[in-house]
Nanobody
Framework: QVQLVESGGGLVQTGGSLRLSCAAS????????MIWYRQAPGKEREFVAT???????YYADSVKGRFTISRDNAKSTVYLQMNSLKPEDTAIYYC?????WGQGTLVTVSS
C-alpha cells in the first residue's frame, strides 16, 4: 500500500514562495513518475508538474518558469518549489503516483 503525505502549504502574499513536500511510503518511488496537481475552488483538478524516474520534468504553461519539481529518492520525497506566487495559484495541491493520491495541502496566495 502506497501512502502519500503532502505538507508545506500555507498563506503567502503575492510574489512570495512556498515549498511543498510529498513524502511517500510503501514503494520505492525512484522507479516511478511523480505528479503534482492542484484544484482551485470551483474548478476541476489540473496538472501542475511531473518528474519522471529519470529526472525529466514537465510543467503546465501557467507555472512554467516559476515552479520547480524535484525529488530526493533517498528520502522518497518529491518537492514543488513555488516562486513568484500569484492569487490564481490558490488551490489545494495534491501529489499523485499511479492510482495513489495524498490528502492535499492548501496554498492560499493573498493579493
Amino acid at each position: 500500500q502506497v501512502q502519500l503525505v503532502e505538507s508545506g502549504g500555507g498563506l503567502v502574499q503575492t510574489g512570495g514562495s512556498l515549498r511543498l513536500s510529498c513524502a511517500a511510503s510503501g514503494r520505492t518511488l525512484s522507479n516511478y513518475n511523480m505528479i503534482w496537481y492542484r484544484q482551485a475552488p470551483g474548478k476541476e483538478r489540473e496538472f501542475v508538474a511531473t518528474i519522471t524516474n529519470s529526472g525529466m520534468t514537465y510543467y503546465a504553461d501557467s507555472v512554467k518558469g516559476r515552479f520547480t519539481i524535484s525529488r530526493d529518492n533517498a528520502k522518497s520525497t518529491v518537492y514543488l518549489q513555488m516562486n513568484s506566487l500569484k492569487p490564481e495559484d490558490t488551490a489545494i495541491y495534491y501529489c499523485n503516483h499511479d492510482q495513489y493520491w495524498g490528502q492535499g495541502t492548501l496554498v492560499t496566495v493573498s493579493s
